[in-house]
């Protein structure tokens, strides 16, 4: 059986648009459920964490460098026959002022870590769905302003340019996505089952499944 990681943040954990209490959708409902369904003898395994960046560190929630977790993720996981990422979402909070470009360094490092147990072929690097408009409102996620909104959706083209450079596969969340009104955010149920469509495709085509 083969073994895929799925390594992202809220949106692969599956928290529930809006929810004021970390809500999370049941495993069947998670994209990562959805594709492990439609996959059948593959083994997904769910890495995602609230808060989770590609490599920065958040002073109120430790533990949420992504780049850092990797080495003993992959060495608790292993042997592994391919793996996902999508991460830069919450890099794109106010209080980090990164540009795209300076998020791709990030995620550049979180590659340099898989590419140690990974050939590049075998990693799907994924840009994460477009922040909304006003996701930065009081009732929704301040931790955003409007800047990050126009951050999150330069992403593509910069994670696009990375996977090009380094070979690895890559899909853009935006293309198939919405985040929900409710929040701007996540994705709601019917979007974790197009993204799991789409990544599914994906790993087609990569000839992992």
Known sequence: MKTVLAFGDSNTWGLIPGSKDQGRYPRDVRWTGVLQDLCG??????????????????????????????????????????????????DCKSVYSFSAAVIGEGIGLCLDQLEKVLPPDRILLVSPLWLGEDVWRPDKDPEFGKQSVQTSRALKDVYSLIAKERGTAFLAA????????????????????LFAKAVYAKLREMQII
């Open 41 to 90: 003898a593959v083994r997904f395994i769910e890495e995602g964490l609230c808060g989770r960046t590609t490599a920065f560190e958040d002073e109120r929630r430790p533990g949420r460098n992504g780049a850092e977790a990797l080495p003993s993720i992959l060495e608790a996981h292993h042997p592994l026959d391919a793996a996902i990422v999508m991460l830069g979402t919450n």
């Open 174 to 193: 935006s293309d198939h996505v919405r985040a929900n009104p409710a929040d701007e955010e996540h994705m709601d149920e019917a979007g974790h089952r």
